[in-house]
Nanobody, 122 residues
Framework: AQYISNSGGGSVQPGGSLILSCAAT????????MGWYRQAPGKEREGVAAIYSDGRSTYYAPSVKDRFTISQDNSKSTVYLQMNNLKPEDTARYYCGADWGASDCYSAAGDWGQGTQVTVSS
């Protein structure tokens, strides 16, 4: 079976940290990119971060740049999103995706996981 699985969400106080992980399983070969978008109730979907198969090219939304770091393992089928200095406005459901074509993996992807909730509150 082919699927995207993600984990690592939870609740944290402002200023805290969380790490999300995401794996693309069963697709046969490594994706060209993997990334995250988030969506909070009543808000527009926002592309958060993406990493590309060269391992160096990345994308970050301005709202998370310098606080979030995306990385991948050697298989390039598992990615991590280290989130530091979390703010209440980071509260959302975070969805991880992967693509094997020309999508950017933060606004579009070939497949998305079910998402994981991140809640930042005091």
């Amino acid at each position: 079976a082919q699927y995207i699985s993600n984990s690592g969400g939870g609740s944290v106080q402002p200023g805290g940290s969380l790490i999300l992980s995401c794996a693309a399983t069963g697709y046969g070969y490594s994706p060209k990119c993997m990334g995250w978008y988030r969506q909070a109730p009543g808000k527009e979907r926002e592309g958060v971060a993406a990493i590309y198969s060269d391992g160096r090219s990345t994308y970050y939304a301005p709202s998370v740049k310098d606080r979030f770091t995306i990385s991948q393992d050697n298989s390039k089928s598992t990615v991590y999103l280290q989130m530091n200095n979390l703010k209440p406005e980071d509260t959302a459901r975070y969805y991880c995706g992967a693509d094997w074509g020309a999508s950017d993996c933060y606004s579009a992807a070939g497949d998305w996981g079910q998402g994981t909730q991140v809640t930042v509150s005091s």
